[in-house]
């Protein structure tokens, strides 16, 4: 695409990834077809290509308007048709750099930047979130179904086993995901004990930065980066071999920290350190399925049920890993129904569900009835936004795959 960039934004580092991202747009609309708001919507500005045409007009000079904005802010930054374009063009990186430079000219109402702010703060914030989620489970039972669908039960973690094995792996807890659902870690431990392996939290790490990025808050996403690789690098030293993400949402985020910290000289080396180090606890497992299927050579009775799996955009187009939960799964003796427009964002994409109901609820429908088309027994996912969102639509049990192989491992 051919580009002129206003003198604002010439030979500046943004200005110079963002030229050669649209230098790589062929105008093709490949992307119309997999982007999840155009099919919602119809609306050409509401798909990657026309977005991308917003962002080059405000690069070249044009003044934004608050409808660009709302076209961006429609944005699921699903990367769909990053997986889809034949010509490699970083859709994600460029709406980061679109987003923020048209925050800074049109700006947000007093409400919406106060709500912007509560949900930084209140979801990234364990101690206020698990606060304001024990007193909404202690009332769940007299809320009306619709507001009783929001706030998922009390559940408990189980055993995390104790630290004895000399292979040593680390942990992310999260934010929500500990209060939420405090036993897709603690079974993450225990799938991971069985084949020598202790998973450990460093209690220094926090919020990924994930919230804060995407909603435009660079400098706080970079701080909870800065605080994680300093709080994950002495075990690193120390002979970890791996951090370990059980949120998709959170591994596509801190496998971006040394991208999002290249031009920081204190921590350019170390953020590409840890992202190197960062897989998904999928990756990991892939690679131990030998151990995994000496422990479970032959389907226990919960195998016998019929699963349908949902991946998660996170994990199959911002992380690019497909095929490998199914096989881990379909290893384990489970029979996996089949599921049309796997592709397709479930309408959640973290604060998104909040932000953007309306579009948010219909995503969140369609893929309700692709998935329970093959008339599972359970829904399963890899990522805690995906998972409370289309359990508020589902009266199907919605769990996190590797709950299930632990249950198969505890059953043997």
């Not at 990991?284 to 349908?308: D, F, G, N, Y």
């Amino acid at each position: 695409m051919q580009t002129n960039l206003a003198d604002a934004y010439r030979n500046t580092p943004d200005g110079e990834v963002a030229e050669r991202i649209l230098r790589n747009c062929v105008h093709c609309g490949f992307c119309l077809a997999t982007c999840p708001t155009y099919q919602i919507l119809g609306n050409e500005l509401d798909s990657p290509r026309g977005r991308i045409y917003l962002m080059k007009q405000v690069l070249e000079g044009a003044t934004p308007t608050a409808k660009t904005q709302l076209h961006l802010d429609r944005c699921l930054t699903c990367r769909n048709c990053e997986t889809t374009c034949p010509s490699g063009v970083e859709y994600g990186k460029l709406l980061d750099i679109g987003r923020h430079l048209v925050e800074e000219k049109v700006g947000r109402g007093a409400a919406a930047t106060a709500t912007r702010a509560a949900l930084k703060t209140g979801l990234g914030t364990p101690l206020l979130f698990n606060a304001a989620l024990k007193i909404g489970q202690s009332v769940r039972g007299l809320l009306p179904g619709s507001m009783k669908s929001r706030i998922p039960a009390a559940e408990a973690a189980g055993n995390w086993p104790a630290a004895h094995h000399p292979r040593r792996m680390l942990v992310l807890q999260g934010c929500v995901q500990p209060g939420l659902k405090p036993n897709i870690n603690a079974a993450t431990a225990r799938v991971l004990d069985r084949i020598g392996i202790s998973l450990i939290a460093a209690s220094e790490a926090g919020c990924c930065g994930a919230l804060a990025h995407h909603l435009n808050d660079a400098e706080d996403g970079l701080a909870a980066a800065r605080r994680n690789i300093e709080a994950w690098l002495p075990h690193l030293d120390a002979g970890a071999e791996a951090i370990v993400m059980t949120a998709s949402g959170c591994g596509v985020m801190v496998k971006d920290y040394g991208w999002l910290l290249r031009d920081d000289a204190a921590y350019a080396e170390k953020a590409a350190r840890i992202s190197a180090a960062t897989r998904d606890i999928s990756e990991i497992l892939v690679c131990e399925a030998a151990a995994l299927k000496s422990l479970a050579p032959h389907a226990s009775p919960l195998t016998q049920k019929r699963i349908a799996y949902h991946p998660p955009c996170t994990l199959q187009h911002g992380q690019k890993l497909t095929g490998g939960v199914e096989a881990l799964l379909t290893d384990a003796g489970f029979e996996l129904t089949p599921v049309a427009e796997k592709h397709l964002c479930c309408g959640s994409a973290g604060t998104y569900s909040i932000l953007q109901p309306e579009i948010a609820n219909q995503l969140k429908a369609r893929k309700l009835g692709n998935l329970q088309a093959g008339q599972p027994e359970l829904i399963a996912t890899a990522n805690i936004g995906c998972l409370t969102h289309l359990q508020s639509g589902s009266n199907i049990p919605v769990r996190h795959w590797v709950e299930l192989l632990d249950e198969v491992l505890a059953g043997l």
